[in-house]
């Protein structure tokens, strides 16, 4: 699927009318696709996990796989040259495996150690790897070209994934994603309900939370790069430079 994309990528006959989405007929046909899956399966799964499940199991599954991505946010955190992430997560890991039993409960946020979320397509963006086209994946949804292959090296890489019993695996894969869902049920009904149209939203919403993760929450703004006639404003993530240029310039 990567791959596919990536060839996509190529394909510089194809125009949408937003620059970061010259792939937008395709997408919306993912995005179609998609919403069938998730109205068909996905959704009704959540909701029957979110209404029988009682509250203090969901919190310690979600805390449990949140442990985990703070393995590989220990990793990139390294990669991206953030020390003090990098040990923040660590300290994570370290406590909430520990006393936390497995990471199923979230002491290290009760002693005050944040989350620091990072991945493998932050890494990237941080060296100065374009995002690439937005594109719409099958099942995963909202992603770019760079985000995608992230995507790729972050499942590959993930703890579950190391399992080498194959039902334990997929039981764990598909716990994971059911939890993932029943999170976010509220918002994307809302975004449904209150968006004329809700594939522009979650496509701009999508890039510029990208933007906002890769620069942990300080992107540059057109002041910053340039001078210009123009009120202040976000600058368009192809426009941005690399965080490590932003760092040591």
């Given at each position: 699927?990567?791959?596919?994309?990536?060839?996509?990528?190529?394909?510089?006959?194809?125009?949408?009318?937003?620059?970061?989405?010259?792939?937008?007929?395709?997408?919306?046909?993912?995005?179609?696709?998609?919403?069938?899956?998730?109205?068909?399966?996905?959704?009704?799964?959540?909701?029957?996990?979110?209404?029988?499940?009682?509250?203090?199991?969901?919190?310690?599954?979600?805390?449990?796989?949140?442990?985990?991505?703070?393995?590989?946010?220990?990793?990139?955190?390294?990669?991206?040259?953030?020390?003090?992430?990098?040990?923040?997560?660590?300290?994570?890991?370290?406590?909430?495996?520990?006393?936390?039993?497995?990471?199923?409960?979230?002491?290290?946020?009760?002693f005050k150690i944040d989350k620091q979320k990072e991945d493998f397509g932050q890494t990237m963006a941080y060296w100065g790897v374009s995002s690439g086209p937005y594109v719409v994946l099958p099942f995963f949804g909202p992603s770019t070209v760079r985000d995608s292959f992230g995507l790729w090296v972050d499942t590959k890489t993930d703890v579950n994934q190391q399992l080498t019993d194959v039902s334990s695996r997929n039981v764990l894969t598909v716990l994971r994603l059911t939890d993932k869902r029943e999170r976010y049920l509220s918002l994307s009904d809302a975004v449904k309900q209150a968006s004329l149209d809700p594939y522009s939203f979650t496509r701009d919403a999508y890039l510029q939370k990208r933007v906002n993760d890769i620069y942990d929450g300080n992107p540059p703004l057109v002041d910053d790069l340039e001078e210009s006639d123009e009120p202040t404003k976000m600058v368009a993530p192809n426009q941005i430079p690399p965080p490590w240029k932003q760092k040591y310039k």
């Open positions: 699927m990567v791959v596919a994309v990536l060839l996509l990528q190529g394909c510089t006959s194809l125009r949408g009318p937003d620059p970061a989405d010259p792939l937008e007929p395709l997408n919306r046909k993912v995005t179609a696709f998609n919403d069938v899956a998730d109205d068909l399966v996905l959704r009704p799964v959540a909701v029957v996990y979110g209404e029988y499940l009682p509250t203090v199991v969901k919190k310690g599954i979600s805390n449990f796989f949140s442990n985990q991505s703070d393995v590989m946010s220990f990793f990139n955190s390294l990669a991206q040259l953030k020390l003090d992430a990098a040990m923040k997560n660590l300290a994570r890991v370290g406590i909430n495996t520990s006393i936390g039993i497995g990471g199923i409960i979230d002491w290290a946020t009760e």
